[in-house]
């Protein structure tokens, strides 16, 4: 049967540019070894001959220099007339014949690191604009265009089973299905590249000049939102069954996307919505701190002065919702802790590093979720709505004692103040309308969610098994009139923490100023819809 018909199309001459040359040296000697002729650029074409390959320069081919500090070295037709011509055409073979181009079969190619020296700290503009790679992606395109005869190869990961599909029974070709899926993958690289390109260059409003450092602007936010992440991961369903769902990751291994799962069953959609808030809430404290989410929200959360000590304080403050609940832990498990939560049935655990020891107490849990975060940069937050994408900057807004404004004709005590401080930062990761009533570093009730703020007061209340006496409370926006804040000193808070600014702000000082609580103002509001 005919290569026209099978769709398998020999390998004669491949022409190699790449950026990372991991693995290069022994894909190419493979290629040789199929009898595939080499081309090279520069540093890949020193790279293959310091490894004893033969390799024609890309100038011999065109029989035109690499000039212009190596801006132009690819972009000749007898580079894309011998990946876009088209085999077997009358047309195509003609004009080829004529002006003597020689086919191209395979192209492998990975792209400046753009991505990489943009995130490098006062990069030179210049620098940063030389390294948008323009002959690289030209080729990518070209040759993924012409996919039904030519094999791009962008990813240093296909190599191997490259390799070893041209070792098969049709000898030194590749079938179409790996062509396409190739080609596809090559404008998924180009579409990827050109984001960020685009999205870095979108943060400058106004172009330095070449020696000087290549600035965001204060505006931030982008005039056109690009988002392009690669699928990292098929889900088997959404939040229900019936919805699809996928994970897709932007590859810097950081975060919950880019987290390392050490062992139980795939995480879920659910589990990694829980993983994300119960890690960024843990990321609140410099203390050690673990937190126990259900459905997003903090069922308990505490500090302590060791792992295992925060973990208790958090399970007491609702031993009944944290039971199949997931756990963000801000410092390695060690033996000790695993031992203690290993007794709850928990569906996912996220922590930067667990012990070998913790290891060993949670391998008999055969379905527990262990994953390994490490910290990511706030990024923007996006959220659907019908129509188009909501964009706004991360909540990483924090206060400090020395920021806080008392009220009250009392100040708080120190212990108090303490408490206060640790509310807040939970409070931020509690759905609005939030009250947190805590104490002592620990949760001791949370109404979350509710569409009346007093409504929130009394069911944080009502949720509470430790006793709230002596307790404080914090409310993610201000209390818009005394019932409210009358809520949560019934139940048993001598300070609250809130953000002010309601018309009825004296209403409310004057409650608590009759009621003898102290209370501080933030100047900062922190709904979580």
């Known amino acids: 049967m005919s290569e026209s018909v099978t769709g398998i199309k020999p390998i004669r001459r491949a022409l190699l540019s790449v950026t990372d040359k991991t693995g290069l040296v022994d894909f190419a000697r493979a290629l040789t070894s199929f009898g ?18 033969s390799v024609k320069d890309i100038s011999e081919l065109t029989g035109f220099p690499e000039m212009l500090d190596g801006r132009v070295k690819t972009l000749h037709p007898l580079v894309h ?12 073979e ?13 192209v492998v190619v990975n792209l400046y690191a753009f991505e990489k020296t943009a995130a490098q700290p006062g990069v030179a503009f210049g620098h940063l604009i030389e390294n948008i790679d323009i002959g690289g992606p030209s080729m990518v395109r070209s ?41 596809k993958q090559a404008f998924a690289t180009t579409a990827a590249y050109d984001t960020a390109i685009a999205n870095t260059l979108d943060t400058i409003e106004q172009a330095p000049l070449p020696a000087e450092s290549a600035t965001p602007s204060a505006k931030g936010l982008p005039s056109t939102l690009r988002i392009n992440l690669p699928l990292a991961q098929s889900l088997r369903y959404g939040e229900n069954p019936h919805q699809r769902a996928a994970l897709y990751a932007d590859g810097s291994r950081l975060g919950i996307a880019g987290a390392r799962q050490l062992q139980g069953k795939e995480l879920s959609f659910n589990n990694l919505v829980d993983l994300d ?29 060791t792992i295992l000590e925060a973990y208790q304080k958090a399970l007491a403050a609702d031993p009944v919702s944290a039971f199949g609940g997931v756990i963000g832990i801000n410092r390695p498990v060690d033996g000790q802790a695993a031992e203690e939560i290993a007794k709850l049935f928990v569906e996912a655990i ?11 107490r949670f391998a008999a849990k055969k379905n527990l979720r262990l994953v390994e975060v490490h910290a990511a940069p706030a990024k923007p937050v996006v959220k659907h709505v019908s129509g188009g994408l909501l964009l706004q900057d991360a909540d990483t ?29 939970v409070c931020k990761h509690v759905k609005s309308n939030a009250i947190v009533y805590a104490r002592d570093g620990q949760t001791l009730g949370v109404g979350a969610g509710q569409m009346s703020r007093v409504d929130a007061a009394r069911f944080g209340a009502m949720k509470a098994v430790l006793p709230l006496r002596d307790c404080v409370a914090a409310s993610d926006a201000f209390f818009p009139f005394p019932d409210g804040l009358e809520t949560v000193t019934a139940a048993g808070a001598t300070a609250v923490i809130q ?31």
């Not at 595939?36 to 390959?53: D, N, P, Y």
């Not at 007339?81 to 195509?92: D, K, M, P, Q, V």
């Not at 996919?147 to 029974?169: C, K, N």
């Not at 102290?518 to 819809?529: S, Y």
Request: net charge negative; hydrophobic share 45%; charged share 20%.
């Open 350 to 360: 996220a922590a930067p590093a667990f012990t070998e020891e913790a290891l060993q």
């Open 36 to 53: 595939v002729e080499l081309i090279s650029t520069g540093g890949t074409a020193s790279a293959l001959r310091s490894a004893g390959l």
């Open 277 to 305: 808030a119960c890690w960024e809430l843990a990321q609140e404290f410099p203390e050690p701190a673990v937190i126990i989410v259900k459905h997003t929200n903090p069922c308990g959360a505490a500090t302590g002065t």
């Open 94 to 106: 003609a004009a080829v014949a004529q002006h003597a181009i020689q086919p191209i079969d395979m």
């Open 499 to 529: 953000p002010g600014g309601s018309v009825n702000d004296q209403k409310v000082i004057d409650a608590a100023d009759a009621l003898g609580v102290a209370m501080v103002f933030t100047g900062v509001r922190h709904f979580r819809h």
């Open 143 to 183: 040759a993924a265009k012409n996919f039904e005869d030519v094999a791009i190869v962008t990813r240093v990961s296909d190599y191997p089973d490259l390799v070893r599909e041209m070792e098969g029974a049709h000898g030194a070709a590749l079938s179409r299905e790996t062509r396409w899926r190739l080609a």
């Open 81 to 92: 007339g011998g990946l876009l011509y088209i085999r077997g055409n009358a047309e195509h």
């Open 397 to 425: 807004a924090r206060v400090n004692e020395s920021e806080l404004k008392t009220v009250t004709k009392r100040s708080p005590t120190a212990e108090e103040l303490r408490s206060l401080l640790f509310a807040w930062r």
